[in-house]
């Protein structure tokens, strides 16, 4: 079982460009979700997926869209990237959303916007 | 507004010795608490999760309590060693998906 697939894991962008995050999971798992993570933070939700075609927004969810047209992939898209958006981003999964249950990580995108 | 308070300075301590950390939280009812270890470059692995009704959980060397009235919950490592050394998260459940705390890194020395 590969798990949760993140790709790319780094990326530089320059201020302006766009570029679409990865995730795939093989776990027939319905909750998808995107974190990032800045420098001594903790990890921040940007969106998440209840199932495909249903997502909602999270914390911080400006700058980023999302879509999910299968179970398997929660891409990230970054339209307009700019140096705020400079993070690490995590995609997670799990079978319910209900908090009891834990989830499962990808290794993570290093995203850097100059 | 509903936060989570971790210890953001690094825990040191000697191999061999018990590592206690500590999540705060204020503003939160959660059901459950979940811990989570992150290494380096890697994203964060589950370790364990603790109902609200339920004081304290262990497996192997690890072991969560879950004060409600306190609004706390204690990570106990015991008889460290240094391959435990990683960055710990706590999370609560959250009205739409789970929310981190930032972390508590430890050293521990050998």
């Known amino acids: 079982n590969a798990g949760v697939t993140q790709t790319p894991k780094f990326r530089i962008l320059k201020i302006g460009q766009s570029m679409t995050l990865q995730c795939a999971q093989d776990m027939n798992h319905n909750y998808m979700y995107w974190y990032r993570q800045d420098p001594g933070m903790g990890l921040k939700l940007i969106y998440y997926?209840?199932?495909?075609?249903?997502?909602d927004k999270g914390e911080v969810p400006n700058g980023y869209n999302v879509s999910r047209s299968t179970t398997e992939d929660f891409p990230l898209r970054l339209e307009l990237a700019a140096p705020s958006q400079t993070s690490v981003y995590f995609c997670?999964?799990?079978?319910?959303?209900?908090?009891?249950?834990?989830?499962?990580f990808g290794s993570g995108t290093q995203l850097s916007v100059l | 507004s509903q936060k989570i308070e971790q210890n953001s300075e690094a825990l040191n301590i000697q191999e061999g010795k018990t590592a206690t950390l500590t999540c705060n939280y204020t503003n939160y009812s959660p059901a459950y608490l979940q811990w989570y270890r992150q290494d380096p470059g890697r994203g964060p692995v589950f370790l364990l999760l603790?109902?609200?009704?339920?004081k304290e959980k262990r497996k192997e060397r690890l072991k969560v309590t879950f004060d409600t009235t306190l609004k706390q919950s204690l990570f106990h490592i015991t008889a460290s060693q240094p391959a435990d050394s990683a960055t710990y998260l706590c999370?609560?459940?959250?009205?739409?998906?789970?929310?981190f705390g930032s972390g508590t890194r430890l050293q521990v020395q050998p």
């Open positions: 603790i109902r609200e009704n339920e």
């Open positions: 999370a609560l459940a959250g009205r739409r998906a789970l929310t």
């Open positions: 997926s209840v199932g495909a075609g249903i997502t």
């Open positions: 997670a999964s799990s079978y319910r959303g209900r908090g009891d249950e834990k989830l499962f």
